[in-house]
């Protein structure tokens, strides 16, 4: 008789922070505005369902208030890390066989994706669109990709 491994399967949910307040543009840390930590509260209500075992943002106000409902939901810590200094293969065998949020921006998400599909798929994403859902599915080493609006 075969016996059959069960496939490896890992899932990445990639999201951008929600709307920030741009009333002082010298703020390069900003919070989110109310129209953001609504946005905030509907990730995590579009999460519920889902069983996610880790949580990554970026250490800024903007991503941390967006991943901190979701966060706080699910009883999962945000773990923070850095896109400029990441390492994308240790990223992927850390999190081997979860289900992982990770917050991020309009240019280091889309990029992160790219890193994680292997190719250059995506292009920095508009700076009003706050509400792309990325989902790359690893099965067996094999990514795929989707890319869905959440309004």
């Known amino acids: 008789m075969e016996i059959t491994e069960d496939p490896v399967i890992s899932t990445f949910y990639f999201i951008r922070h929600a709307e920030k307040d741009r009333t002082d543009p010298e703020n390069k840390d ?4 109310q129209d953001g930590l609504n946005r905030a509260i509907r990730w995590a209500e579009v999460f519920d369902p889902i069983d996610l075992d ?12 967006t991943a901190a409902p979701t966060s706080v939901k ?13 390492d994308i293969e240790a990223f992927k065998s850390s999190n081997e ?28 994403m ?15 080493g094999e990514a795929t990709d ?6």
């Open 30 to 33: 900003p919070e989110l505005n």
């Open 54 to 65: 880790a949580v990554y943002s970026t250490n800024y106000e903007r991503t941390s208030m």
């Open 74 to 86: 699910k009883n999962i810590p945000i773990k923070y890390y850095d896109p400029t200094s990441l």
């Open 97 to 124: 066989r979860l289900s992982v949020l990770v917050v991020g921006h309009s240019n280091t998400t889309p990029d992160f994706v790219n890193k994680m599909l292997g190719i250059d798929k995506y292009q920095s």
């Open 126 to 140: 508009d700076d009003t669109d706050n509400s792309s859902l990325f989902i790359i599915r690893i099965i067996d």
């Open 146 to 151: 989707l890319r869905l609006q959440i309004d």
